[in-house]
């Protein structure tokens, strides 16, 4: 991991030196209380605190419906977090009301701006090209949530696209999002999915469609770019404080709130991250227009979970160079959360060498905050409950052995996480071309099993709460996307909802998505375009 040393001088340190002729001193599951009312949309309580922010953190927009608007999926988990009874999603005009075409007292409709380094460049001018944030609802125990509709049409940001999204990308996200909920994973919600006859253009005509997407924040590590390049140090210092009073009010008693605020970014981001590796998903454009400023994954595209584990993963198509690869990520997310500390320095500190020495010295926990994360995550896949040494080899040489014999990641842990019994170790070593690898990992494995006070049973029971029996395949989400365009036929979707956002359970009647991906699944590419 030199890359972490090498990113904290060329990363931070170039880009302070370039910048110093300007003058520059320079984020869980929430569950629906018992006693939560169950509301009609009108009786939701809105509120618009972003909106109150300055002009140029945003540019007021409505949305421009599709024709011929209607529901398609409807996910009563996430109405469940605002309260909202699911009969309200049986509404006639409710699709009107998710699209924005219909306003209800309160909305107050925006398009956020932001900027970001796309792949590594600095573009100036980002924002939500296709997404429009309708109101912030402020729930009975105080939460407040971004209702953001997606796909609503073109922006001031739009740069020439057409700000819609299409059905395909839609159920993408969709799933996705609940899908990492369901692995107990931070992320941005969807309460539902919005069809249409309306024709997009992209590579072919597609239909478009509408996500409403949920998330206490959609403020990007972008968003501090924006006001940073732009020189708009008043206006920095007031979206770090927007961000503090919105969601760490507690900072505010502290001495350097701002320091506080780029400490958490970067250890939940490492966390995050962390996360991901161990379940093995992709992003696919970790842009920091792409990143969550509550360390929320977010913006999900041309994503992909691991089917057979492969450390160099490149999930989308269109990442040439594989900048996103799946080995990749963590030092990404280093890089990612510099960008920030680097926007954030003219809040640090008067003096511009303290500033860069505070957030240096943040940026350099970074990699423990990962390891640490990671090693425990690992460990408990294992079913590994004390701290060994030598468990950091033995995870790196089970990952290793896996990845040269194309092991399958997800069965593969599902499959340790058995209780014990005689075809036990022959189901593993199945996974396996070369035997002897696996023969002498699993030695290795049942010795350091030994060195632990948990009886079999019980470990094998924790294992599989932590070991999902199923994640969101590419060819899954696939089977979905072709039912729903070619022949209207959404019950899949919901199937596989219910499905990934319980994913440790066995679900017997499914048990079909748990095997290997079909043939036909290698030939799925996923791209940008969306
Ligand atoms: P993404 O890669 O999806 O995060 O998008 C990067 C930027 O392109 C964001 O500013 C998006 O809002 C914008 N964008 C993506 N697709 C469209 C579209 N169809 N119309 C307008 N803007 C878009
Ligand atoms: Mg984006």
């Given at each position: 991991?030199?890359?972490?040393?090498?990113?904290?001088?060329?990363?931070?340190?170039?880009?302070?030196?370039?910048?110093?002729?300007?003058?520059?001193?320079?984020?869980?599951?929430?569950?629906?209380?018992?006693?939560?009312?169950?509301?009609?949309?009108?009786?939701?309580?809105?509120?618009?605190?972003?909106?109150?922010?300055?002009?140029?953190?945003?540019?007021?927009?409505?949305?421009?419906?599709?024709?011929?608007?209607?529901?398609?999926?409807?996910?009563?988990?996430?109405?469940?977090?605002?309260?909202?009874?699911?009969?309200?999603?049986?509404?006639?005009?409710?699709?009107?009301?998710?699209?924005?075409?219909?306003?209800?007292?309160?909305?107050?409709?925006?398009?956020?701006?932001?900027?970001?380094?796309?792949?590594?460049?600095?573009?100036?001018?980002?924002?939500?090209?296709?997404?429009?944030?309708?109101?912030?609802?402020?729930?009975?125990?105080?939460?407040?949530?971004?209702?953001?509709?997606?796909?609503?049409?073109?922006?001031?940001?739009?740069?020439?696209?057409?700000?819609?999204?299409?059905?395909?990308?839609?159920?993408?996200?969709?799933?996705?999002?609940?899908?990492?909920?369901?692995?107990?994973?931070?992320?941005?919600?969807?309460?539902?999915?919005?069809?249409?006859?309306?024709?997009?253009?992209?590579?072919?005509?597609?239909?478009?469609?509408?996500?409403?997407?949920?998330?206490?924040?959609?403020?990007?590590?972008?968003?501090?770019?924006?006001?940073?390049?732009?020189?708009?140090?008043?206006?920095?210092?007031?979206?770090?404080?927007?961000?503090?009073?919105?969601?760490?009010?507690?900072?505010?008693?502290?001495?350097?709130?701002?320091?506080?605020?780029?400490?958490?970014?970067?250890?939940?981001?490492?966390?995050?991250i962390a996360q991901w590796q161990s379940?093995?998903?992709?992003?696919?454009?970790?842009?920091?227009?792409?990143?969550?400023?509550?360390?929320?994954?977010?913006?999900?595209?041309?994503?992909?979970?691991?089917?057979?584990?492969?450390?160099?993963?490149?999930?989308?198509?269109?990442?040439?160079?594989?900048?996103?690869?799946?080995?990749?990520?963590?030092?990404?997310?280093?890089?990612?959360?510099?960008?920030?500390?680097?926007?954030?320095?003219?809040?640090?500190?008067?003096?511009?060498?303290?500033?860069?020495?505070?957030?240096?010295?943040?940026?350099?926990?970074?990699?423990?905050?990962?390891?640490?994360?990671?090693?425990?995550?690992?460990?408990?896949?294992?079913?590994?409950?004390?701290?060994?040494?030598?468990?950091?080899?033995?995870?790196?040489?089970?990952?290793?052995?896996?990845?040269?014999?194309?092991?399958?990641?997800?069965?593969?842990?599902?499959?340790?996480?058995?209780?014990?019994?005689?075809?036990?170790?022959?189901?593993?070593?199945?996974?396996?071309?070369?035997?002897?690898?696996?023969?002498?990992?699993?030695?290795?494995?049942?010795?350091?099993?030994?060195?632990?006070?948990?009886?079999?049973?019980?470990?094998?029971?924790?294992?599989?709460?932590?070991?999902?029996?199923?994640?969101?395949?590419?060819?899954?989400v696939e089977i979905a996307i072709r039912?729903?365009?070619?022949?209207?036929?959404?019950?899949?979707?919901?199937?596989?909802?219910?499905?990934?956002?319980?994913?440790?359970?066995?679900?017997?009647?499914?048990?079909?998505?748990?095997?290997?991906?079909?043939?036909?699944?290698?030939?799925?590419?996923?791209?940008?375009?969306?």
């Amino acid at each position: 991991m030199n890359f972490f040393i090498k990113a904290l001088i060329s990363g931070l340190a170039q880009k302070w030196i370039k910048h110093t002729h300007i003058n520059i001193w320079l984020i869980k599951s929430i569950s629906c209380p018992q006693w939560m009312h169950e509301k009609k949309l009108e009786e939701l309580k809105f509120e618009n605190s972003y909106s109150q922010l300055p002009d140029i953190f945003y540019s007021r927009h409505t949305t421009s419906p599709l024709s011929n608007q209607h529901l398609i999926s409807f996910n009563t988990a996430a109405a469940e977090l605002i309260g909202i009874d699911p009969e309200e999603s049986k509404r006639k005009d409710f699709p009107d009301i998710i699209s924005g075409a219909k306003h209800l007292e309160g909305f107050d409709p925006l398009a956020m701006c932001y900027s970001g380094h796309q792949f590594g460049h600095y573009v100036p001018r980002l924002g939500d090209g296709r997404a429009i944030l309708l109101a912030e609802v402020k729930t009975d125990s105080g939460d407040k949530w971004d209702l953001q509709v997606k796909g609503g049409g073109p922006t001031l940001y739009s740069r020439g696209s057409d700000g819609r999204a299409v059905l395909r990308s839609t159920i993408r996200e969709y799933l996705c999002s609940e899908a990492m909920h369901g692995l107990g994973i931070a992320t941005t919600r969807a309460l539902c999915i919005i069809g249409s006859d309306h024709e997009v253009y992209r590579e072919q005509i597609e239909t478009g469609a509408l996500l409403l997407r949920m998330s206490p924040s959609h403020v990007r590590f972008g968003s501090f770019e924006y006001m940073y390049y732009n020189q708009r140090f008043d206006d920095l210092k007031q979206l770090a404080d927007y961000v503090i009073e919105q969601h760490h009010a507690d900072f505010k008693e502290l001495d350097e709130p701002y320091l506080a605020l780029l400490k958490l970014v970067i250890k939940s981001t490492a966390e995050l991250i962390a996360q991901w590796q161990s379940v093995g998903f992709a992003h696919g454009v970790m842009n920091t227009d792409n990143m969550s400023i509550l360390g929320l994954t977010l913006d999900y595209g041309p994503y992909g979970f691991l089917d057979q584990y492969n450390r160099d993963f490149i999930c989308n198509h269109s990442d040439h160079e594989g900048r996103y690869a799946f080995n990749k990520q963590p030092d990404i997310g280093l890089f990612n959360v510099s960008c920030l500390a680097q926007a954030l320095l003219p809040l640090l500190d008067d003096d511009p060498d303290r500033a860069v020495e505070k957030a240096k010295n943040e940026l350099q926990k970074y990699q423990q905050y990962y390891v640490d994360s990671y090693s425990s995550l690992m460990r408990n896949k294992l079913g590994l409950y004390e701290d060994k040494i030598e468990d950091k080899a033995l995870v790196s040489q089970l990952l290793n052995i896996m990845h040269d014999n194309h092991v399958d990641y997800t069965m593969l842990f599902r499959q340790l996480s058995q209780a014990p019994s005689d075809e036990y170790e022959n189901n593993i070593r199945d996974l396996f071309i070369n035997r002897e690898a696996c023969d002498l990992w699993l030695h290795k494995y049942k010795q350091r099993i030994t060195e632990e006070n948990t009886d079999a049973i019980e470990r094998s029971k924790l294992m599989k709460q932590v070991n999902p029996k199923y994640i969101l395949r590419n060819y899954m989400v696939e089977i979905a996307i072709r039912k729903a365009s070619d022949n209207q036929d959404y019950s899949e979707i919901d199937v596989l909802l219910n499905l990934l956002q319980n994913p440790f359970e066995e679900h017997d009647d499914l048990t079909h998505y748990a095997g290997h991906p079909p043939e036909w699944a290698q030939q799925i590419s996923v791209s940008c375009s969306s």
